[in-house]
């Protein structure tokens, strides 16, 4: 059985994780049956409490009983032996912390802790489809663990592991858990990807939607290298997704105070994009027409337009008067696995192994744990 190393431990058994629902809280409702604070009774039958935090710790008042008030001094843990918790319209299992926020201990963090498996199984619904053809399903599920367990080795002396948001990866608690999604999880269970043969390091398995024809390098988007991540491939699956092209049309002005640029640099005499290689935008040059020439790269253009309203930095740009409109392909990073080609390569029989092979072509497989 392979041995990994987390925060210095070394383990080969399934882990545990620490997942941030929420970051920065005024306040905190939980409710549940029978809930247990620090392995200690607070409540029979359903119940809810409001929790504040500070720098002193966290308090909790009980909705319906104003008099029952219960403090600590740094976090608090919430069990249920019902096996889930609500946070808001969040339903989870197993464990609830709140604890001060560290940079503003007047609000508070609340981290679900569960098994590494079961988080899974709250992830496929939340980042791709349960639905999708079974070896699709099985391959996400392969690069989610795989980059979960890589950020819970770089972070562990955190107080959480992944956000879970786009940050990392989207998990909603159980609310999307079906049986789907459960047996492509076990059926995959322990499985992840490394760089090397003899490595026992889980890698940086970045994904996103839609590649738009050829994936793209990570140093390329973060400015730095990753082990396992040394090519771009060829995607030509990804075609069927509603993002493979995309048109954005916005006025000067508009992208003088999304890009944070003067009020006098809204006048543009030009846009000059310089492509990259493999067909983004490297650099985006705005001349105004008085004043200093203002350049981004094809990366922090698209981060300032916003992300979800500028598909990629995969573009080009024509102008008609006043308007600039931006035709472009794909959507997301583009770096590692393509979901919507995945999903097109399970569809034509493609296995799991295969479809990782072709967007980590310089991976390999291993079982860290049964």
């Given at each position: 059985?392979?041995?990994?190393?987390?925060?210095?431990?070394?383990?080969?058994?399934?882990?545990?994780?620490?997942?941030?629902?929420?970051?920065?809280?005024?306040?905190?409702?939980?409710?549940?049956?029978?809930?247990?604070?620090?392995?200690?009774?607070?409540?029979?039958?359903?119940?809810?409490?409001?929790?504040?935090?500070?720098?002193?710790?966290?308090?909790?008042?009980?909705?319906?009983?104003?008099?029952?008030?219960?403090?600590?001094?740094?976090?608090?843990?919430?069990?249920?032996?019902?096996?889930?918790?609500?946070?808001?319209?969040?339903?989870?299992?197993?464990?609830?912390?709140?604890?001060?926020?560290?940079?503003?201990?007047?609000?508070?963090?609340?981290?679900?802790?569960?098994?590494?498996?079961?988080?899974?199984?709250?992830?496929?619904?939340?980042?791709?489809?349960?639905?999708?053809?079974?070896?699709?399903?099985?391959?996400?599920?392969?690069?989610?663990?795989?980059?979960?367990?890589?950020?819970?080795?770089?972070?562990?002396?955190?107080?959480?592991?992944?956000?879970?948001?786009?940050?990392?990866?989207?998990?909603?608690?159980?609310?999307?858990?079906?049986?789907?999604?459960?047996?492509?999880?076990?059926?995959?269970?322990?499985?992840?990807?490394?760089?090397?043969?003899?490595?026992?390091?889980?890698?940086?398995?970045?994904?996103?939607?839609?590649?738009?024809?050829?994936?793209?390098?990570?140093?390329?988007?973060?400015?730095?290298?990753?082990?396992?991540?040394?090519?771009?491939?060829?995607?030509?699956?990804?075609?069927?997704?509603?993002?493979?092209?995309?048109?954005?049309?916005?006025?000067?002005?508009?992208?003088?105070?999304?890009?944070?640029?003067?009020?006098?640099?809204?006048?543009?005499?030009?846009?000059?994009?310089?492509?990259?290689?493999?067909?983004?935008?490297?650099?985006?040059?705005?001349?105004?027409?008085?004043?200093?020439?203002?350049?981004?790269?094809?990366?922090?253009f698209r981060k300032r337009l916003g992300t979800k309203d500028f598909p990629s930095s995969r573009f080009e740009v024509t102008r008609l008067g006043d308007r600039f409109v931006f035709r472009g392909g794909g959507y997301g990073h583009g770096v590692g696995l393509c979901q919507w080609g995945a999903k097109v390569m399970g569809e034509?029989?493609?296995?799991?192994?295969?479809?990782?092979?072709?967007?980590?072509?310089?991976?390999?497989?291993?079982?860290?744990?049964?």
């Open positions: 059985m392979t041995s990994v190393v987390q925060g210095g431990v070394s383990f080969s058994t399934e882990p545990l994780i620490r997942v941030r629902l929420g970051e920065a809280q005024p306040e905190v409702r939980i409710r549940g049956y029978d809930l247990q604070f620090q392995g200690q009774k607070g409540a029979d039958r359903s119940s809810e409490w409001r929790a504040v935090c500070s720098a002193q710790g966290v308090r909790l008042t009980r909705k319906d009983r104003v008099e029952a008030i219960r403090e600590w001094k740094s976090a608090v843990q919430i069990r249920t032996p019902g096996g889930f918790l609500r946070w808001g319209d969040v339903q989870v299992r197993d464990l609830l912390t709140v604890r001060p926020n560290p940079k503003q201990p007047r609000t508070c963090d609340v981290i679900n802790e569960l098994q590494l498996e079961r988080y899974l199984i709250g992830v496929v619904n939340g980042e791709f489809n349960s639905k999708w053809a079974t070896s699709a399903i099985e391959a996400q599920v392969i690069a989610a663990r795989t980059y979960a367990l890589n950020e819970m080795q770089r972070t562990r002396q955190a107080h959480f592991d992944l956000e879970s948001s786009v940050k990392d990866q989207v998990y909603d608690g159980s609310k999307k858990e079906d049986h789907l999604a459960a047996r492509a999880v076990q059926t995959t269970r322990g499985k992840v990807l490394v760089a090397a043969a003899d490595s026992s390091q889980p890698m940086r398995t970045f994904y996103h939607s839609t590649c738009g024809g050829l994936t793209e390098l990570p140093e390329k988007v973060w400015g730095r290298f990753f082990p396992g991540l040394k090519r771009r491939v060829s995607c030509p699956f990804c075609k069927e997704s509603p993002k493979y092209k995309w048109q954005v049309e916005l006025t000067a002005e508009e992208m003088q105070k999304k890009l944070g640029l003067p009020e006098a640099h809204k006048r543009i005499f030009q846009l000059i994009l310089e492509p990259e290689e493999g067909g983004r935008v490297r650099t985006v040059k705005w001349v105004p027409s008085q004043g200093v020439p203002q350049v981004f790269s094809g990366v922090e034509q029989g493609y296995s799991s192994e295969a479809i990782l092979r072709h967007y980590f072509p310089d991976a390999r497989m291993k079982v860290l744990y049964q």
